[in-house]
């Protein structure tokens, strides 16, 4: 069963140890929590602390350890009913945003940052998306939501930050939340724009290997129906894991005309690949025009509608159809849920 963890004002050692089994915390504006409180601290040889200098919401909300950030314990009470009441079934009443507006979330320069939520809002009902930790792993978006009153979870790439690529805190976040919705039965709609996983030097010290393929591993074992909808980019090991694993694996995977595909980003791709070609030209202009043929070849190669046609998607659809391609894909919940018969259904505390 769903278990909702509620914190107002301080919240120190045993408290805060079974507020972190939860499976949802939600935390006041003025919640302080810890393993410890200051008495303890002090008694360590740690030092002498305030207790709201132990662990301040603003804290516990980027390092991830709250989900919901509340202003007082009226509205906390509120958001976990909302909470819990996504799995309770599908509702008879909801309202539609008009879905023609999806057609111009994504802009026409494929280089121009978008607000993925502003998709988000205007596919799922009114008012009824609740987003999990915001304020950690911003790469990437985690939120309970209803389509036509179904209950759903949604997990969406943000290319606001780090262009959308995954970071370990983002898959932590992503791979955690495709348990929560497994073990509650929840069905799953991935929006996918991300050039793939951060990588380099800096990010392998953020033990990404490990972090990612948590992801991967989550998403291979789902038991619940996956659908995936490319809003733009579409690259590399990223892509799959938003994927489930591959484009082949979700029930559904669709693309908006703006969708593009690749190995990686395409500007990579070009640099990389003509490195010889491109250095030999000596005139930079000269050089720079051929980059961006080069590129043009491989955007129009690797389009929504070339990769479909290959049959690496299933279809390109109209944006303002998505959600009744998302309908008609994903079936309504059962009373029951789905369930694993290999695995006991527990959630992990992170």
């Known amino acids: 069963m769903p ?32 393993m410890s409180g200051p008495a303890m601290i002090e008694g360590a040889g740690l030092g002498r602390f305030a207790p709201e200098d132990v662990g301040p919401i603003d804290v516990q909300t980027a390092n991830g350890v709250v ?23 599908d509702l008879d009443r909801f309202e539609a945003h008009d ?3 999806l057609r111009h979330v994504v802009p026409e320069n494929r280089k121009r940052a978008y607000d993925v939520r502003r998709a988000v809002e205007i596919l799922c009902d009114v008012g009824s998306v609740l987003e999990l930790r ?23 790439n943000n290319p606001a930050v780090l262009g959308g690529a995954i970071d370990a805190d983002g898959a ?17 709609v991935s929006l996918c724009d991300t050039p793939g996983f951060m990588v380099g030097p800096d990010a392998e010290r953020t033990a990404t290997v490990r972090h990612f393929s948590r992801l991967f591993v989550r998403g291979a074992n789902l038991t619940v129906p996956l659908a995936t909808v490319v809003l733009r980019k579409g690259y590399g ?11 082949g694996e979700p029930g559904v995977t669709v693309s908006w005309p703006t969708g593009e595909f690749g190995g990686m980003g395409l500007e990579g791709a070009v640099r ?29 190669r690797g389009s ?38 290999r695995l006991r259904p527990t959630l992990d505390a992170w």
Do not use: H
């Open 134 to 156: 915001p304020a950690f792993g911003k790469c990437v978006l985690t939120a309970l939501v209803r389509i036509a009153g179904r209950p759903m979870g949604l997990v969406a």
């Open 272 to 300: 990389l690949g003509f490195r010889k070609e491109l250095e030999a030209i000596a005139d930079p202009q000269a050089r720079e025009r051929r980059y961006d043929e080069l590129l043009e070849q491989m955007y129009e």
């Open 237 to 247: 090991l990223g892509a799959m894991a938003m994927a489930g694993g591959g484009f």
């Open 99 to 101: 879905q023609r507006r």
């Open 67 to 89: 989900d919901v950030a509340v202003a007082d314990e009226a509205e906390a009470v509120a958001v976990a009913k909302r909470y819990l009441g996504y799995f309770q079934g």
């Open 3 to 34: 278990l909702v963890g509620i914190a107002a004002g301080r919240c120190f050692a045993g408290n805060a140890a079974l507020l972190g089994t939860c499976d949802v915390v939600i935390a006041t504006a003025d919640s302080t929590i810890g």
């Open 172 to 188: 932590d976040k992503l791979a955690r939340f495709l348990q929560l919705c497994d073990v509650f039965g929840l069905p799953v």
């Open 304 to 341: 929504a509608l070339n990769t479909a046609m290959a049959l690496e998607v299933d279809d390109v659809i109209d944006p303002a159809d998505t959600r009744d391609v998302l309908l008609a894909s994903l079936p309504s919940v059962p009373r029951e849920g789905w369930t694993n018969p």
